[in-house]
């Protein structure tokens, strides 16, 4: 069975600071897809990133960065120069490959982490 | 480019009343379709999902029900509303392999 856990309820930063989001997963598939999402106060999820199981190298959009180690089946998200805009929850989320129901890809979203930014 | 409809945005029923709330996505066929709950505690819980018309995989036995009367929509209800329905609904659309992607989901509150 998949699970993902995301141990930082909450997180509050001021402006400019860098903030890390930890994401930590299990699996007993070889194959499988990572996430992060973000929701803004808004409320729709908005699609981060994706990483298959092959792929470990680290990747940086700007001022996000994400840090994929299989070795501690970690996944963690950090946020540079953090600004308000950032503020959001933050889920974290795991499909196995082989997936339920003949490979249905299903995603298991973590409990998020709300990350507040003050100016 | 892909789009997905959900409504209303907002909805406050009596307990008791029946639910509608419809899905619809646009640009694509045979969608992988999902239904998700957000209760208070921020956390996402899988109540449907299909992959084809007519397919319905429930997650958690409940209140609720699904249907997908067509490849693009998808559609949840209940006969009688109880308080514990109330909450954050987000409707969700991928492809087999792809990322899901959600609809700005709706917020229901039961009175």
């Known amino acids: 069975a998949q699970k993902v856990t995301q141990a930082q309820t909450e997180i509050s930063v001021v402006e400019k600071e860098d903030v890390t989001l930890d994401c930590v997963y299990e699996?007993?598939?070889?194959?499988?897809?990572l996430f992060w999402y973000k929701q803004p106060p808004s409320g729709e999820l908005v699609f981060l990133i994706r990483?298959?199981?092959?792929?470990?190298q680290n990747e940086i959009s700007g001022r996000y960065s994400w840090n994929f180690q299989k070795s501690t089946s970690s996944f963690n998200f950090t946020i540079t120069a953090s600004q308000v805009v950032d503020s959001a929850v933050y889920f974290c989320?795991?499909?196995?490959?082989?997936?339920?129901?003949?490979?249905?890809?299903?995603?298991?979203f973590g409990r998020g982490t709300s990350l507040i930014v003050h100016p | 480019s892909q789009t997905i409809h959900q409504w209303p945005a907002t909805l406050v029923q009596p307990v008791g009343s029946p639910l509608s709330l419809e899905c619809t996505v646009e640009?694509?066929?045979?969608?992988?379709l999902y239904w998700y709950r957000q209760a208070a505690g921020r956390g996402l819980q899988l109540l449907f999902y299909?992959?084809?018309?007519?397919?319905i995989s429930s997650e958690v036995p409940q209140n609720l029900s699904a249907s997908r009367p067509q490849d693009r929509q998808f559609i949840l209800s209940s006969k009688k509303l109880l308080l514990s329905d109330s909450g954050f609904y987000l409707c969700?659309?991928?492809?087999?392999?792809?990322?899901?992607?959600f609809g700005n989901g709706t917020r229901l509150t039961v009175t």
């Open positions: 969700a659309w991928s492809m087999k392999r792809t990322p899901l992607h």
């Open positions: 699996t007993r598939d070889t194959t499988y897809y």
């Open positions: 990483r298959n199981s092959f792929d470990e």
């Open positions: 989320a795991l499909s196995e490959a082989s997936g339920a129901s003949g490979g249905s890809y299903i995603p298991t």
């Open positions: 640009g694509t066929s045979n969608p992988n």
């Open positions: 299909s992959v084809g018309i007519g397919q």
